[in-house]
């Protein structure tokens, strides 16, 4: 059982959604937070959120993919508490684009923000703990798709699997260190995440929180994401998943990927469908 009290956390990605999320509950927990994200009235939002737990909230508006990002991010946080004790790892996006369709700036740029950025930051904080022989945990904010894809979310797919399988390799490589590593694997939920994606991927008459292939009772809240990465700092586990039957599921896609294929299928029609009457009902679409 580790304790968090006046511990330090780093959060990327914190102006909205599972960052914000996990970064009030970090500062409910007695943590320091470090709030990381573009978008600053948002971040400073968050941040006095957080305060108003009794902590101290500090806020970095940068970009992660940005040349230096990391060691910024670690040394202002340094700088301003002295120490860093968790980094979770959770800015990141997508689109709904089939991967043919997607230009190859806009594929290599979603990796830079969804794994380099992430990987980067960890691998930095590392360093630091072990030249501090000081322990340590690293969290990376993966997908239930990060083990099984989705058709038309490739990409955004192909970036959480890298992600975790990356947080298998570290835990293993950084043990002896006495640094967690812990990757988390999330279900459908409730936040911007979608809004976005069709946003970037210029379909803003299909914008819906939560997407027709997602079953209703499986979409989740981000503060339940939010309260498991904390339950996971008090005892940090290789892996954090929000939904036990799709952990199962990833499980039987491994074992059986005929049935992983029938569901792809299944889903890539919706996807088809729903743009179909989206032309439809618009005009001036394309046909």
């Known amino acids: 059982m580790r304790e968090l009290a006046d511990r330090v956390v ?12 996990t970064a009030r509950a970090c500062a409910a927990a007695g943590m320091h937070v470090v709030l990381i994200a573009r978008r600053a009235e948002r971040l400073g939002a968050v941040a006095a959120a957080c305060q108003e737990y009794g902590g101290r909230a500090l806020s970095i508006p940068i970009d992660v993919a940005g040349a230096g990002a990391s060691d910024e991010i670690l040394g202002r946080a340094m700088k301003e508490y002295g120490r860093v004790d968790v980094v979770v790892a959770n800015a990141g996006y997508g689109t709904r684009i089939g991967l043919l369709d997607m230009s190859e700036l806009d594929l290599r740029t979603m990796f830079e923000v969804n794994f380099f950025a992430a990987l ?6 590392a360093r630091l703990w072990i030249s501090a022989a000081q322990p340590g945990h690293l969290i990376m904010s993966s997908s239930c ?3 099984f894809p989705l058709a038309y979310h490739g ?4 970036t959480k699997a890298s992600q975790a399988m990356a947080c298998a390799a570290l835990r293993a490589e950084l043990q002896a260190h006495r640094i967690a590593v812990s990757s988390v694997h999330p279900v459908t939920t409730r936040t911007e995440f979608f ?14 929180e939560v997407p027709d292939h997602a079953p209703r009772f499986l979409v989740q809240s981000p503060e339940r994401v939010a309260a498991a990465v904390v339950r996971c700092m008090h005892r940090p586990v290789p892996e954090v998943w929000t939904s036990s039957l799709v952990r199962l599921s990833a499980a039987l896609f491994t074992a059986c990927p005929w049935v992983l294929h029938q569901v792809l ?4 029609r919706k996807e088809r469908q729903q743009d179909a009457r989206s032309r439809n009902s618009d005009p001036s679409a394309p046909a």
């Open 10 to 21: 780093v959060v990327t990605g914190a102006s909205s959604g599972i960052g914000a999320a």
């Open 120 to 125: 980067s930051l960890c691998r930095a904080a």
């Open 265 to 268: 299928d299944h889903q890539a």
């Open 145 to 147: 798709v990060g083990k």
């Open 155 to 158: 990409a955004y797919c192909a």
């Open 195 to 208: 809004l976005e994606s069709d946003r970037r991927s210029g379909s803003d008459g299909l914008g819906v």
